[in-house]
Each structure stands twice: as structure tokens, then as C-alpha cells.
T-cell receptor
Framework: DAGVTQSPTHLIKTRGQQVTLRCSPK?????VSWYQQALGQGPQFIFQ?????ERQRGNFPDRFSGHQFPNYSSELNVNALLLGDSALYLC??????WGTGDYNEQFFGPGTRLTVL | AQKITQTQPGMFVQEKEAVTLDCTYD???????LFWYKQPSSGEMIFLIY??????QNATEGRYSLNFQKARKSANLVISASQLGDSAMYFC???????????FGAGTILRVKS
């Protein structure tokens, strides 16, 4: 049973460029969340997707956008890259009981390490 | 105000001993969940254990147990019989409300000594 997978593993971009990161959730999970983890800090929530719609969004600018596909996989797009966007980008998947809003597990992928020069 | 507070930036423990990593949280919701993750130097966040706010029993998963004290709003992680492979960063996180995001603490670095 494959866990959460992400691609690419590492990425180097220059300021002003655009980047797309990809994520496939764990089998049986239908909700995907993206987090940004700067060096030495805890992950910060970017947004969450369910049924191909953005359900929640953290305090990130519109340069950060995403998409979820019918097979539950997801993409994170970042436009007009800044030096401060350099971070580990983590994708997490879960199965949310949207009747109660509960979930008791959220599994993370290995992350994509983005370096902006 | 901080939602999740981990007051121990770093901890040392002798191999085979038990260690407790502290976590306090702040919420006014009745329904919430508490998670602990391990992050080795490779970067992957490994899910360890979950405690729901309505769970009466403390959660346990192998060598990991969660000491849940609801009135004190604390959710400490206890690792028994520490192993060298337990050396990593440990994060406490909380989900509050309906289907909501996880909010993470600043983490605690654990070093296991042989």
C-alpha cells in the first residue's frame, strides 16, 4: 500500500519563475493538504482540497494556487517566486468524515525541497 | 496566542530509557484532535499517534503513548525504551473544529545517547 508520494524531490528555481509540485495521496484518502516548512520551523498550512475544490486556505498570497484531480492527486503552483519561498513543501492526505469533520490520521509525503536563487 | 506550545527546544535521553516530550495547547473548541509527528533529518513527517478530545483513554501505539490531561490542556508524548533511531525532531499538532487544518508547534529535537 503506497503512502503519500510527491515529486520532484528537489527543485532549484530563480526569482520570478513559476513552479509546480505534485502529490498523490495515500490509498483510501480523499483530502489533500499542502504545508510549507521553512528551515527550523514547524509546517505552516497553505490550503486543503476535497472534491476538487479548495476547502480551506492559510495565510498565503494568491501566488500560491492549487488543484485537485478526480483521482484525488493534487498540484501546488507558485508563481513569481521569491527568495523567501525556499522551503520544504509537504503534502498530506487524510480521510475526513465530512459528516462530523473528524479525521484521526494525516499522513505526509517525503516533501519537495524548493530552493529559489 | 500560540495554539501549540512545545517548551523544550532540545532533549537528551539515554538509550533504553523513557522520555517525555511536552506539549500544551490552546483551544475553546470542544471537538479537537492532537497529533504527534517525528521528523528525521531526511525531512519526512512520520505520523506517530493521535488523541481525540472525546477519547477517555490515553492513546498508545507501540512504544509511544500520549499522556492526555484535558483540564491542563496538555498532550505529552512518552517514548519508552528509547532507541538510537528515535533521534529526530518531534512535532505536536492540533486539529480544531470542522475538518480543519493542523497547527504545529515549534518542535523538540530529541537526541538519544548510547
Amino acid at each position: 500500500d503506497a503512502g503519500v508520494t510527491q515529486s520532484p524531490t528537489h527543485l532549484i528555481k530563480t526569482r520570478g519563475q513559476q513552479v509546480t509540485l505534485r502529490c498523490s495521496p495515500k490509498s483510501g484518502h480523499d483530502t489533500v493538504s499542502w504545508y510549507q516548512q521553512a528551515l527550523g520551523q514547524g509546517p505552516q498550512f497553505i490550503f486543503q482540497y476535497y472534491e476538487e475544490e479548495e476547502r480551506q486556505r492559510g495565510n498565503f498570497p494568491d501566488r500560491f494556487s492549487g488543484h485537485q484531480f478526480p483521482n484525488y492527486s493534487s498540484e501546488l503552483n507558485v508563481n513569481a517566486l521569491l527568495l523567501g519561498d525556499s522551503a520544504l513543501y509537504l503534502c498530506a492526505s487524510s480521510f475526513v468524515d465530512w459528516g462530523t469533520g473528524d479525521y484521526n490520521e494525516q499522513f505526509f509525503g517525503p516533501g519537495t525541497r524548493l530552493t529559489v536563487l | 496566542a500560540q495554539k501549540i506550545t512545545q517548551t523544550q527546544p532540545g532533549m537528551f535521553v539515554q538509550e533504553k530509557e523513557a522520555v517525555t516530550l511536552d506539549c500544551t495547547y490552546d483551544t475553546s473548541d470542544q471537538s479537537y484532535g492532537l497529533f504527534w509527528y517525528k521528523q528525521p533529518s531526511s525531512g519526512e513527517m512520520i505520523f506517530l499517534i493521535y488523541q481525540g478530545s472525546y477519547d477517555e483513554q490515553n492513546a498508545t501505539e507501540g512504544r509511544y503513548s500520549l499522556n492526555f490531561q484535558k483540564a491542563r490542556k496538555s498532550a505529552n508524548l512518552v517514548i519508552s525504551a528509547s532507541q538510537l533511531g528515535d533521534s529526530a525532531m518531534y512535532f505536536c499538532a492540533m486539529r480544531e473544529g470542522y475538518g480543519n487544518k493542523l497547527v504545529f508547534g515549534a518542535g523538540t529535537i530529541l537526541r538519544v545517547k548510547s
